[in-house]
């Protein structure tokens, strides 16, 4: 397939999807699919999926027969996401649960390009390991480096500009926003599965989504970039029966390089969230707030230490 050409309009039209899954993979992919069609039929380029949009989020328990989810890439689930994404025209980032080789699983955010190709891929690189967030025992981190000597947090070149495609757990990290941005990242992109535990108080659950919102705003502003963080909806149930679940807790949003919200979901509905990117802010923002500029990486050598003790 020939690549497809680059954009040269001034903004880029993105749409963020919050939808809800079921157990059935045929039927979240249906969700996933009508979605994305009303996306690119109201004009987005670049469309972006949640974390995991294909099933359940089964990580609120250690089963190994949930391993029997996990497709290769290319795989089924690349096949159909590629397909349409050509049929569109858009630029689509989607979410497998990738099966590596036996026994080396990934969550891994795919990219496809206008053509449906596959543009590149990100392997999560920050696995948690929480009550109701057991992704540990499911998946192996993303490789530190690539086999051509690329970090693992280099941005996937594609025909709306460079993608800092990261995935959820990732975005309590500046660390991986910043080597993204050094890269040449336009945009960072966090794919995200994020919900309360149904025992907590409102207050905790407040205060958890106010801090997930910021620190991924702050993301933007320390970068100035642009970010975009789709997160699922409702509530899915813990299969042990040992908790009460988690109510996935949407407000997935679309951010400037300022941080300043340019669109946001609510906490329960599906929806398509739209934005117009202006391609060149990041840059006059950085004229004027030249934090890359100024960053004393003289000094920062005890950063690769675990402690500094």
Not at 49 to 69: I, K, M, R, W
Not at 188 to 208: K, N, V
Not at 271 to 294: G, K, N, Q, V
């Amino acid at each position: 397939m020939n690549h497809a050409a680059p954009q040269t309009s001034s903004t880029l039209k993105v749409a963020a999807i919050q939808q809800t899954c079921s157990d059935d993979k045929a039927v979240s992919l249906a969700t996933s699919e009508r979605l994305i069609r009303e996306a690119a039929a109201e004009g987005a380029e670049l469309v972006i999926l949640q974390e995991l949009h294909a099933t359940l989020y089964f990580c609120q328990t250690e089963d190994t027969s949930v391993f029997e989810l996990a497709e290769p890439i290319p795989g089924p689930t690349s096949h159909t996401l590629g397909a349409l994404a050509a049929e569109l025209g858009i630029v689509l980032v989607g979410s497998i649960f990738e099966r590596r080789m036996n026994g080396v699983y990934h969550n891994t955010a795919v990219v496809f390009e206008r053509d449906g190709r596959i543009a590149g891929i990100y392997r999560k690189m920050h696995i948690p390991d929480d009550p109701g967030f057991y992704e540990k025992f499911y998946f192996t981190p993303g490789d530190a480096s690539f086999n051509d000597g690329r970090s693992g947090f280099t941005p996937i070149e594609t025909s709306v500009g460079k993608l800092g495609v990261l995935v959820c757990w990732d975005q309590w990290y500046p660390e991986a926003a910043r080597l993204m941005a050094l890269a040449g990242a336009e945009v960072l992109i966090y794919p995200t599965a994020i919900g309360w535990d149904m025992t907590d108080e409102a207050s905790e659950q407040a205060r958890q989504l106010d801090a997930w919102v910021t620190v991924q705003r702050g993301h933007a502003v320390a970068n100035n970039l642009p970010v975009i963080a789709p997160n699922r909806v409702g509530t899915e149930a813990d299969p042990s029966g040992q908790s009460g679940g988690i109510r996935f807790w949407g407000n997935s949003f679309i951010c400037g390089p300022q941080g300043e919200i340019l669109a946001r979901a609510d906490d329960a509905s599906e929806t398509i969230l739209h934005a117009a990117i202006d391609r060149h802010r990041s840059e006059s923002i950085r004229r004027i707030w030249p934090y890359l500029r100024d960053r004393r990486i003289d000094a920062y050598g005890d950063i690769l230490k675990r402690v500094r003790d």
